[in-house]
């Protein structure tokens, strides 16, 4: 038995031999018995156990046990957890708080705002006190948030495709000297990342960095901003500057929609496009012109030309357009503006057109950035790779780039990387490149890093994680940076902190704090520089033949963004495809080569291509676009991506959907999407089409019916209406042309039966004190570009599902606001329109869905917005089928019960997840309506204007959406609705809608119009 | 049968037709009525009934999946909120309309040739609205509050919403259920009692003694039941306009081109008689052949329904012409394009099949020869019911497939679910109707009993004095039935 002898209560008795005075013998001789015996207050056996051990150690020795025993259960260190005693400041459980940060998207920082609630990210803004954003943002801004808690993140560190942690990599870096190292990025403004790249290529000789986009063009650090606003009139030659992909897209279509506006006699600008492909930015042309890729550069040659810049001659010198548009230009001098892709070859055209009208500086303005927006191309990309294989580097370092995808298959990079002895790649997903690398580092997402960077005009800011990494090993790119630099781990923060020393002046600690509380540090914008010095370049003209023109696709760009769901599922602006890429051809190419789109029961089954070019093949599904330049296939990057999922694969019993309605069921949501395009770059001449085979289902989430018939029906029905800018001069009330005919009654027309009784006059509803505010919303169409912002911002915002391609396919998608586009053209050979309608609740005041439901389920509420009570919901469909706007969503399947665990995180608290069989729709977003109702009741004051923003609206960077009270007569709302240019759609079926639209202006060239 | 040819002129009704095949005594007539509740159950009745228990039980399976899926099994889709479950619906409550508008109206009407197929009819429509009242229970996305539709007092205080025309709908189809259920049963209780005393085993004399309520076919009995029966007959005599008209308004009520038409409540209760007499026809045709019953519900009684389908279907027709018209002439432009999208659109086959099934195939019973000819009317039972149930898709579907924003427009395809979930709700139909038919008087004894010549106080008096004739001879035929 153990012996515990601090306690061991058998002490040895004094054996001292110097005793006077004794009781017996035994006490005398010290006997040990007799000690025994007089130690023991009792008898010997009346105390203690009959064994060893006390009593004291018995209960010593239980209590031991049980301890150890209870502790086998732990293999983690206690953790404690602790209420909220003092709780931290600012922090109310359930109310969220908003930091500022910022996401870099093609080198430029968008800055944000982003909404916390209790720890978690749940919303994505634009940061409205940013001096270059007007609090706007894009659809990838949006769905970030998604990319941030995305079940197929990489969430372990790989070495040679097995788990690792991050410690074994550090260890690795610090051991080992990188020796000559290839870093490759994407575009960054990024200060600490120039700093830290810097660092690491000088750290050993025969080092370099590679930055690369997915242009794959080389490229200066030097860029332009357009200043549209004080634009009179704009030609773009080819360049999607109001398109989501663009590097500039919320400053373009902020200024661009001020430029726009026609009413109080304001100048509006007239927009001429050129361009190959049908995109938003063609959409929202006045005249737009579609000619081959490699003919736009020589039709501006053309009109530089005419305007006495230094261009080579040209095949469109005699064109009517040409002649039409440079005297349009110089009409408008400085107020004009050029406007090219960087890249393109029209660029230098663009330049020297800018410079002969004199616009630089006045609508364009050049700056130039940091030295790792400069790109090196698809040239320096396959310097890259021959060098790798050809042994000049030791360590590859790939940082947030994907090269294996990215290219094509003439630059054999995965080839290159086997050649090189370390090649470690960070990112959040193991990709293409992933697998192909001895190293992969899982990339901490942008809202769990530290970073920095700068706007597109330069602005810096610091970027704050909101939130720890979701997963232990995920670091960001510039601790991976230094780790190389250095070979020291350090944290982000300090890193950041360090860059920074140099930027704040006076105290840091404050000026840090100020920085990161803002989300910028004011007065650092670009300065601008002197405009390029421009030599047109001799204008080639293109192949004869089929050209192919590979573009970013509007939803999920080059494929970084392919993994969200949301993205997937949201329809390209022009096309309304979603969860494919398509070969966009003219539908007279598809008709001479044969081509056909079956439009079968609703659903499009079209042929597939193989389109040749050079010595690569891609085999993709066709589409038709009206509009689009003959002989110009364009196809989208983006898609046919293979992420590694490592989640299993979903299988349910023959009863059960859920296989086949869960689209996270199948591995990583962009495996199996689409096609890879990256084969058809870097190869010129003309391409090849032949037909490769028929039937492939395409998923649209518009043109079930047939095409033709719904641009002329919308039209005739008064949906869309426009006019040109003269026209709207003489008649200000043109929109009233456009409301139907027979019958217009007016509500005060009908007997007063009903009136007294009328809902709006019931106790309940004017007693509220939401009685005060009545919502209303005003669509101003002539500001809308399509961008598909208010789509995502809506999704995002309320928790709307995703539910695949085969689920659209069948009509089921679930977005509560969507944009219509109508192609508005003669037939097929004159010049084709397009216009975009967003479409929300509409509100009706008299609202056909509540009478017909039998539970109401969906009723007003006393500030004038349609409801859906999704808890008395029985789901007749009988609301949707009455709806003329059918904006009203049906869950048909229970969407959210097959949902990746991670994703719910994603979800805002303050909006219920519907459940299977219940129907939803917009809701004005009446979750902002009742937080500002709450804080202005605590505060006793009223709504102010502009107080609640609707998610659409926050993130429209064209401002074309206004929302507000229509009981303040001087609120935005209440003056956008007196405009002379509002209408309501469907107005005549007496149901009162509170949304109104704004008619739509164009301005022609009235010498081009003849030919319009 | 000594006097059958003298009689001959006798064995007529009021309205100088014959009401029965040939001269039969009241024995014969509960004979041939009777007995096949009482023999040994014929093979070919359990392979049919095994037949429609196998729908039965593929309504329950696919009931069953649709449960645990929701409902996107079925082709449902944006635009297109309701399909094969409404239009189900609406027909199966369309074809519920014959039997009490058999029973109920023509009794009022006096119509005696009712007597025949009246309760045959009368199950019909009970099945069929049993049919029926699945479609709306299980068409909802939330089956499991669907019990909300009823006003049933609860802690939330929480009425249903009495604006829906789908409230109108619970109301007027459950109510049209009750009083339909209750006019039959009553209607039954002296054939029952007739089976009650022929019983030969304990069983089923206790069954039928239950179930037939003491009736002893006392003058007090008869009084009362002729009452009772009037009195039901003039409450269903209103439902049957009404129930079908309520259901119109599901559609009419809405704002939707296609739906909001004044003209569907008369339209869609002509097309319901229509289905409905076209279904007895079908179910008539099939069932006297094999009962033998060719003498009770004779060539005359299918003449007369051929002749109100023929009728019902040329105003069905007339609906829709009308409705193209008015969508003309109403000059409003989503009208007139959802009239020529039925027409010329996507499902202009639908519409077609439609067209000719209700309008032009009825049109051959202006021929007496055709509507006296058993192949021809069962084809146009048989098409008339394709029809019927098309004319439910036109509308349902058509008009929403395309309605006022051209960009929401869809196509509506419906999936396997949907048609075997239908093909199932026909074996629900069949095995009720075959128990119907095994277990129960098909034709209703007593009331044929009413009609026929012998029921007429002046029968016996052969030589028209006031005095009965050969009085042994009468004596012995009256004393078969009386017991």
Redesign the interface.
């Known amino acids: 038995m153990i012996e515990l002898p601090v306690l061991n209560s058998t002490a040895s008795a004094d054996a001292s031999p110097r005793k006077r005075f004794w009781r017996s013998v035994q006490h005398l001789e010290a006997d040990p018995g007799y000690s025994a015996f007089t130690e023991s207050e009792l008898m010997t056996g009346a105390q203690g156990s009959p064994g060893d051990s006390s009593r004291r150690q018995f209960l010593q020795l239980m209590g031991a046990s049980m301890a150890l025993a209870g502790l086998t259960a732990c293999r983690k260190p206690v953790e404690h957890i602790m209420p909220f005693v003092r709780k931290p400041e600012d922090m109310v459980p359930g109310v969220p708080l908003q930091y500022a940060t910022g996401m870099e998207f093609r080198g430029a920082l968008r800055p944000l705002v982003v909404e916390s609630t209790d720890g978690r990210p749940t919303k994505v803004e634009g940061n409205p006190e940013h001096p270059e954003s007007n609090g706007s943002s894009g659809i990838f801004e949006q769905a970030s948030l998604l990319a941030l808690y995305d079940p197929d993140r990489s969430q372990q560190v790989l070495r040679n495709g097995d788990g690792s942690t991050w410690a074994d990599f550090v260890r690795f870096v610090a051991e080992r000297d990188p020796g000559r190292t290839a870093v490759v990025l994407h575009p960054t403004a990024s200060p600490t990342v120039e700093r830290l790249a810097a660092a690491l290529a000088a750290r050993n000789a025969g080092s370099r960095v590679v930055v690369y986009d997915e242009s794959l063009a080389a490229a200066d650090a030097s860029r332009v901003r357009y200043h549209f606003d004080r634009a009179r009139v704009i030609l773009s030659l080819g360049r999607d500057f109001l398109g989501s992909t663009d590097v500039d897209h919320l400053h373009n279509t902020a200024t661009f929609a001020r430029s726009r506006a026609a009413d109080d006699g304001s100048t509006m600008s007239r927009l001429y496009v050129i361009e190959a492909g049908y995109s938003i930015t063609g959409g929202a042309a006045d005249h737009r012109l579609a000619l081959k890729p490699s003919q736009i550069a020589a039709f501006g040659a053309a009109v530089a030309r005419k305007l006495g810049a230094d261009a080579p001659a040209s095949t469109f010198d005699d064109h009517p357009w040409a002649a039409a548009i440079a005297e349009d230009l110089r009409g408008a001098g400085s107020a004009a503006v050029v406007v090219a892709d960087p890249t393109h070859a029209a660029a230098p055209v663009a330049a020297a057109i800018n410079a002969a009208l004199g616009s630089w500086g006045t609508t364009a303005e050049r700056f130039v950035s940091g030295p790792l927006t400069a790109t090196s191309g698809l040239e320096g990309l396959a310097a890259l790779a021959s060098d790798c294989a050809a042994g000049r580097f030791d360590t590859l370092l790939l940082v947030g780039v994907n090269p294996v995808y990215d290219l094509p298959a003439s630059v054999d990079f995965a080839g290159a990387m086997g050649k090189v002895a370390e090649t470690v790649h960070v990112g959040l997903h193991v990709d293409e490149t992933a697998v192909k690398a001895s190293w992969h580092v899982p990339m901490a997402h942008y809202l769990e890093s530290w970073g920095d960077g700068r706007s597109f005009g330069g602005t810096l800011s610091v970027t704050q994680p909101l939130i720890a990494p979701l997963y232990d090993a995920a670091h960001s790119a510039i601790e991976v940076l230094s780790l190389f630099a250095t070979g020291t781990d350090r944290s982000g923060y300090d890193l950041v902190r360090e860059s920074w020393s140099g930027v704040l002046t006076g105290d840091f600690e404050k000026a840090w704090r100020r920085v990161i509380h803002d989300g910028f540090l004011p007065g650092t914008a670009y300065a601008s520089s002197a405009p390029p010095a421009v030599a047109v370049p001799a204008v080639t003209s293109g192949p004869d033949g089929i050209e192919v023109l590979v573009q970013p696709d509007p939803t999920v760009f080059d494929g970084s963004f392919a993994n969200l769901s949301w993205l997937q599922e949201l329809p390209d602006p022009v096309t309304k495809v979603v969860w494919d890429n398509v070969a966009a051809v003219s539908p007279a190419t598809a008709a001479r080569l044969g081509l056909s789109v079956e439009l079968d029961a609703g659903q499009h089954f079209v042929d597939r291509i193989a389109v040749t070019l050079g010595s690569s093949t891609v085999d993709l599904p066709v589409w038709p676009v009206p509009g689009m330049a003959d002989d110009v296939v364009q196809v989208n990057l983006g898609y046919g991506r293979s992420i590694v999922s490592r989640r299993p694969e979903r299988t349910s019993p023959f009863w059960d959907t859920d296989s086949v309605t869960d689209v996270y069921g199948t591995g990583a949501v962009a495996a199996g999407v689409g096609v890879s395009v990256s084969d058809l770059r870097g190869a010129a001449g003309a391409a090849s089409i032949t037909r490769s085979g028929s039937g492939y289902l395409v998923a649209t989430t518009q043109d079930h019916g047939a095409l033709p018939d719904e641009g002329a029906e919308a039209m005739d029905r008064g949906l869309v209406r426009m006019a040109t800018l003269d026209v709207y001069r003489q008649n200000p009330e043109f929109v009233r042309a456009g409301d139907p005919r027979p019958i217009r009654e007016e509500w005060t027309d009908y007997p007063a039966l009903w009136q007294s009784r009328h809902p709006a006059d019931e106790p309940a509803i004017k007693d509220s004190p939401y009685f005060r505010n009545q919502w209303g919303m005003v669509i101003d169409l002539n500001a809308c570009t399509g961008c598909n912002a208010c789509t995502i911002a809506c999704q995002a915002e309320n928790n709307i599902q995703v539910v695949g391609k085969d689920q659209v396919s069948r009509g089921r998608e679930m977005h509560w606001i969507r944009l219509d586009r109508y192609f508005v053209g003669d037939g097929a050979d004159a010049p084709v329109q397009m216009v975009v309608q967003p479409l929300p609740c509409q509100h009706c005041e008299n609202a056909p869905c509540e009478s017909v439901c039998p539970v109401a389920a969906t009723v007003h509420s006393p500030d004038g917005t349609n409801q859906m009570v999704y808890n008395r919901c029985i789901g007749t469909r009988y609301c949707a089928n009455n709806c003329p706007y059918k904006v009203r969503r049906f869950n048909f399947y229970n969407w959210t019960k097959t949902l990746p665990a991670s994703l719910n995180l994603a979800h805002n608290p303050n909006v219920t997840v519907r459940s299977l069989g219940v129907m939803e729709k917009c809701s004005f977003c009446i979750q902002r309506v009742r937080e500002v109702n709450k804080r202005v009741n605590v505060e006793n004051r009223s709504i102010r204007d502009g107080e609640v923003k609707t998610a659409c609206q926050q993130a429209c960077p064209a401002s074309a959406i206004t929302f507000g009270d229509l009981n303040d007569t001087e609120s935005a709302v209440s003056k956008a609705k007196r405009n002379p240019r509002r209408y309501e759609i469907l107005a005549e079926l007496s149901v009162k809608p509170r949304t109104s639209y704004l008619g739509r202006i164009r301005n022609p060239n009235p010498q081009l119009e003849a030919g319009v | 049968m000594s006097t059958e040819t003298h009689h001959k002129t006798a064995v007529h009704a009021l309205d100088d037709l014959p009401l029965l095949g040939r001269d039969l005594s009241f024995h014969e007539v509960t004979e041939l009525v009777a007995h096949h509740t009482e023999k040994k159950t014929p093979t070919a009745w359990f392979g049919a009934f095994a037949l429609a228990n196998a729908g039965l039980l593929l309504l329950v399976a696919m009931i ?2 649709l449960f ?6 079925w ?8 399909g094969y479950a409404i239009v189900n619906f609406v027909f199966w409550v369309g074809i519920g309309h014959a039997g009490t508008l058999i029973s109920a109206i023509l009794f009022l009407f006096r119509q005696q040739w009712r007597t025949a197929i009246n309760r045959s009819a009368e199950a019909m429509t009970i099945f069929a609205v049993m049919c029926a009242l699945i479609f709306p229970g299980i ?5 499991w ?2 019990y ?2 009823l006003p049933i007092p609860n802690q939330m205080e ?4 009495f ?5 109108w709908d ?1 109301f007027a189809v459950s109510t049209y259920f009750t009083v339909s259920a209750v006019f039959w049963y009553v209607g039954m209780i002296p054939d029952l009692a007739t089976m009650r005393d022929r019983a030969t085993t304990t069983l089923r004399r206790k069954v039928l003694g239950f179930l037939s309520m003491g009736w002893t076919g006392a003058n007090r009995h008869w009084r009362n039941y002729e009452k009772a029966y009037l009195l039901l007959a003039a409450l269903a005599t209103p439902l049957v306009l009404s129930v079908h008209s309520v259901v119109s308004f ?1 559609f009419a ?4 081109p296609g739906w909001h038409t004044t003209i569907f409540p008369p339209y869609f209760v002509a097309g319901a008689i229509f289905s409905g007499f076209a279904m007895v026809v079908t179910l008539l045709v099939i069932a006297r052949k094999i009962y033998k019953l060719e003498d009770i519900i004779t060539i005359g009684h299918l003449e007369k329904m051929n002749i109100i389908i023929l009728l019902t279907g040329t105003m069905v027709g007339f609906a829709y012409i009308t409705e193209f018209f008015i969508a003309w002439y ?5 009208e007139q ?1 959802a009239f020529l999208n039925r027409a010329f659109g ?1 499902y202009a086959w639908a519409y077609w099949t439609m067209m000719f099934c209700n309008l032009v195939f009825p049109q051959f019973f202006w021929f007496k020869k055709l509507r006296r000819s058993i192949p021809f009317m069962f084809a146009v039972s048989i098409t008339t019911n394709i029809g019927m149930w098309f004319e439910r898709f036109v509308i349902t579907v058509t008009s ?14 419906p999936t396997w679910v949907d048609v075997l979930t239908f093909v199932g709700s026909f074996g629900l139909f069949f095995t009720l109707f075959l128990l119907f038919l095994r277990f129960a008087p098909m034709v209703a004894i007593a009331e044929v009993k009413y009609v026929m010549p012998q029921a007429d106080p002046h029968y016996y008096d052969d030589h028209g004095d006031g005095h009965a004739g050969d009085q042994a001879a009468k004596l012995a035929r009256s004393s078969h039935h009386a017991s």
Request: net charge positive.
């Open positions: 069953a999946y645990w899926n929701g409902t996107g099994v082709g449902l889709n944006n635009p297109v909120g309701w068409h909802v996305g939330r089956v509050a669907a909300w539709m929480m009425w249903p919403q604006k829906s025309p789908l409230l619970v599901d009520v809405s704002i939707i109403s000059g409003v432009k989503y394009y996507p929403l497939h395309r309605d006022y924003l051209p960009s929401s427009w869809d196509y509506y395809t």
